[in-house]
């Protein structure tokens, strides 16, 4: 394996386990507060439907549908990136970085932190522009 396939799986783990914690922290806030929407489950408890999720269950919820509008385009961009055999200097640091924005795009989204959520997506969207760019490069040599 060579470098940028190594960060480029590490990037695909990490966002992976960042996924799951945000899908464990919805589930959570449902178990511990016994609040449920969606009928089947709330009887499961002896409880009556709840008429909304809750507020912390909204937040993570929007924050898991931006993940799902950015991290499948880094996947797909990552694999054509080390296809087409791009910079590996910038490919490493991309991935890196794509990554860390995701999770600190996440933390701020859960603490309602602005305008650092808008940062942090903006590095997310750059890194991915930049990784077009270098394919784009990589097509054109």
């Not at 089947?40 to 549908?65: C, H, I, N, T, Y």
């Not at 200097?89 to 991935?95: V, Y």
Request: net charge neutral.
């Amino acid at each position: 394996m060579d470098e940028l396939q190594y960060w480029y799986a590490l990037s695909a783990v990490l966002l992976f386990f960042k996924m799951f914690a945000l899908s464990a922290y919805q589930g959570f806030h449902r178990i511990s507060k016994q609040t449920f929407k969606t009928p089947e489950d709330a009887a499961f408890v002896g409880k009556a439907a709840a008429s909304e999720e809750l507020p912390q269950v909204q937040r993570a919820a929007r924050a898991w549908l931006n993940d799902l509008e950015n991290i499948p385009i880094f996947l797909a961009l990552g694999v054509a990136y080390i296809w087409v055999e791009a910079s590996l200097t910038w490919g490493a640091w991309l991935f890196i970085v794509f990554t860390a924005a995701r999770y600190l795009h996440t933390l701020s989204y859960l603490l309602g932190i602005q305008p650092w959520r808008t940062v942090f997506y903006a590095i997310g969207i750059g890194c991915l522009f930049i990784m077009s760019g270098q394919i784009l490069l990589a097509l054109g040599s």
